[in-house]
């Protein structure tokens, strides 16, 4: 449950508990969304004529919360390209071992035609 504080005008939110304090009004059946935008924009909330708290979808950013969301998507693409890297590493390897078996294979089957292959004569000769 969290508790809002509205300012002198009765409309925007001025500050967010999640205890019941002094002067302070019970906002109950609050949504995900809604909850996280007044933890962490307050003052960009207000309460309707009802009573019902109101979060805009497009909250208005500060410079610092802008370069905080620049930092935070550049941080979740980094993260995915060292993924996608440490993949192409782990293909690339097992590339190389299957490559390695196969050239060890051929080198085998190369040794084994560059070997004279020595039979006896079981003909008898000229006495």
Same mark, same amino acid.
Do not use: R
């Given at each position: 449950?969290? !508790?809002?504080?509205?300012?002198?005008?009765?409309? &925007?939110?001025?500050?967010?508990?999640?205890?019941?304090?002094?002067? !302070? =009004?019970?906002?109950?059946? /609050?949504?995900?969304? #809604?909850?996280?935008?007044?933890?962490?924009?307050?003052?960009?909330? &207000?309460?309707?004529?009802?009573?019902?708290?109101?979060?805009?979808?497009? /909250?208005? /950013?500060?410079?610092?919360?802008?370069?905080?969301?620049?930092?935070? /998507?550049?941080?979740?693409?980094? =993260? =995915? =390209?060292?993924?996608?890297?440490?993949?192409?590493?782990? #293909?690339?390897?097992?590339?190389?071992?299957?490559?390695?078996? #196969?050239?060890?294979?051929?080198?085998?089957?190369?040794?084994?035609?560059?070997?004279? *292959? #020595?039979?006896?004569?079981? *003909?008898?000769?000229?006495?």
């Amino acid at each position: 449950m969290l !508790y809002v504080h509205v300012d002198n005008s009765g409309k &925007w939110i001025d500050s967010v508990s999640t205890e019941q304090k002094d002067g !302070y =009004q019970a906002k109950p059946g /609050l949504l995900d969304n #809604q909850i996280i935008a007044l933890m962490n924009f307050p003052t960009k909330c &207000w309460v309707d004529d009802n009573g019902a708290v109101v979060t805009p979808d497009n /909250l208005p /950013l500060s410079d610092a919360e802008k370069q905080a969301q620049e930092a935070s /998507l550049t941080i979740t693409k980094l =993260q =995915q =390209q060292v993924s996608d890297l440490s993949s192409q590493v782990n #293909q690339a390897n097992s590339d190389k071992e299957s490559l390695q078996s #196969q050239i060890a294979s051929l080198m085998l089957e190369i040794s084994k035609l560059q070997t004279p *292959t #020595q039979t006896t004569s079981t *003909t008898g000769g000229a006495k």
